[in-house]
Every structure is written in structure tokens, then in C-alpha cells.
């Protein structure tokens, strides 16, 4: 069995508390049994591919490599060697909006340009962490219809996330004016996934809320969006139900 080096694999938070209890000894950890999840036979290979894959968004959105080599604790000649390497990317520049979404979908790379989107315009760190907890199905841009979807934040009281009425009113009808003016807008993010109980999926709107409302307020009955989906079984009956879409 082949030993890492704890400092290449854990957070340094996560590190330091680990550190607590054990230091300086070699620790077996054992694979947990969940399908998908990291920490299986090829879990370090996952982490590799899922922290290159961040290490390649932040550099698209112009992060140095000395404040990258920092944040990961690597050298900066290692971080070069991921940001340029041919086989793994070619450098491609991130923008907040559709046609860039799709270039990204073209080469390959839709996962990186939602990280990258979530990291920087979208303002949500914590669902780009919790997408990279399993590995997720990544499908679009696609052109689908919004009564599809159902939002999860708004100001009314059975939202999962709520947001004051003024707040949403003001950002719901500032975009009323600037989606008409802008046909490259950002595509939505939508998870696909059954509920427990339930035999047939269904859609969550996670990131475009107000965007959804502007377009049901302004009429419009189809919008732009990228789906994930997280199990085998999901995406086989998204593909079964709605694979006419991503023709």
C-alpha cells in the first residue's frame, strides 16, 4: 500500500484537528461504503481531479499562482503544471454568461465553468463546496421550460430560503429591465433528483431565483439552464423523461 502525506490530502483545518489526536504516526483509514462518495479505492485520484479542477476556475478568473500555490499549499511550479498542463486544459477565459457556459460545455469542462461562476458572480461558496462532495452528472446548457422548476428562495414563508419582500422586489424588478437588454444572460441551475418517497423526479431551482421570477413576470415561457444530477438512476430517468431537450 502506497502512503500519502496527510498535508497533500486534508484541509488545513482539517489537518490541524486530526494533529489533536494523532501526529506524526501511520494512520490506516478505511474506505467508506457509499456509492460515488470519495474516500473509495479511487478517492485520492477524485480529490486530485476535483481540486485541479478549482485550481483551474480561480485561475481562469485571474487568481495569481503565488496566492493559488498559498491556498493549496503547493509550490507555484505546481500549480503551473496543473493551470498549463495540455492534457488536462487549455487555458480558456471564464465570463458571466451563456455563450460562455456553452465553449466550457464544449470542451468538456461544464463542471469548472459552474464552479467557477458559483466562486465569483454567483456569490455562493457553500453550494460549490456542497457539489464537490460526490461526484454530480453536469448536463447543458439547455433551453427547457420554466414551469419545470419551482424556486426554493423567495420571500414567502414556505421558501426553503426566504429573503426580505423589499429586497426581492427590488432585485426581481431590476432585472426585469436588464433581461430584455441581454441575450448572453447566465443560464440557471437546476437539480434534478427523486425525493425520498417519491418514484418520480423532480426539479429545484438553486441558483436564479429571482431570475425565474423576472421571466414569469416578463412572460417569457423557456429559459437557458445547466442541470445536475448526483444518482445514476436520476439521470437515467431525466434522460428517459426529458432527454428531448438535449437534442
Not at 499549499?73 to 465570463?95: D, G, Q, T, W
Not at 418514484?199 to 431570475?211: A, K, Q
Request: charged residues 30%; aromatic residues 12%.
Amino acid at each position: 500500500m502506497k502512503y500519502e502525506n496527510a498535508r497533500d490530502l486534508l484541509p488545513e483545518a482539517l489537518l490541524k484537528q486530526v494533529q489533536k489526536y494523532i501526529s506524526g504516526k501511520v494512520v490506516y483509514i478505511p474506505a467508506r461504503e457509499r456509492k460515488r462518495e470519495w474516500g473509495s479505492a479511487s478517492g485520492y485520484r477524485e480529490y486530485l481531479r476535483e481540486r485541479n479542477s478549482e485550481i483551474r476556475a480561480l485561475f481562469a478568473l485571474g487568481e495569481p499562482v503565488d496566492h493559488l500555490a498559498q491556498r493549496f499549499h503547493l509550490s507555484s511550479e505546481s500549480i503551473r503544471r496543473i493551470v498549463y498542463n495540455r492534457k488536462e486544459s487549455m487555458k480558456m477565459e471564464y465570463k458571466p454568461s451563456l455563450s460562455s457556459a456553452k465553449e466550457w460545455a464544449r470542451q468538456g469542462r461544464l463542471e469548472e465553468w459552474v464552479h467557477a461562476y458559483l466562486l465569483s458572480d454567483g456569490h455562493n461558496k457553500p453550494f460549490s463546496d456542497g457539489l464537490k462532495i460526490v461526484d454530480r452528472y453536469f448536463l447543458g446548457p439547455v433551453k427547457m421550460p420554466l414551469s419545470l422548476f419551482w424556486r426554493c428562495t423567495g420571500p414567502e414563508e414556505d421558501m426553503k430560503y426566504r429573503i426580505h419582500p423589499e429586497v426581492w422586489e427590488n432585485h426581481v424588478k431590476e432585472l426585469m429591465e436588464i433581461i430584455p437588454c441581454t441575450p448572453d444572460i447566465c443560464p440557471l441551475t437546476v437539480h434534478y433528483l427523486i425525493p425520498e418517497g417519491k418514484t418520480v423526479g423532480e426539479f429545484e431551482l438553486n441558483d436564479g431565483n429571482t431570475r425565474w421570477e423576472a421571466y414569469r413576470r416578463l412572460g417569457i415561457k423557456e429559459a437557458w439552464v445547466i442541470v445536475w444530477i448526483t444518482d445514476r438512476d436520476e439521470y437515467e430517468q431525466f434522460a428517459e423523461r426529458y432527454g428531448n431537450y438535449m437534442k
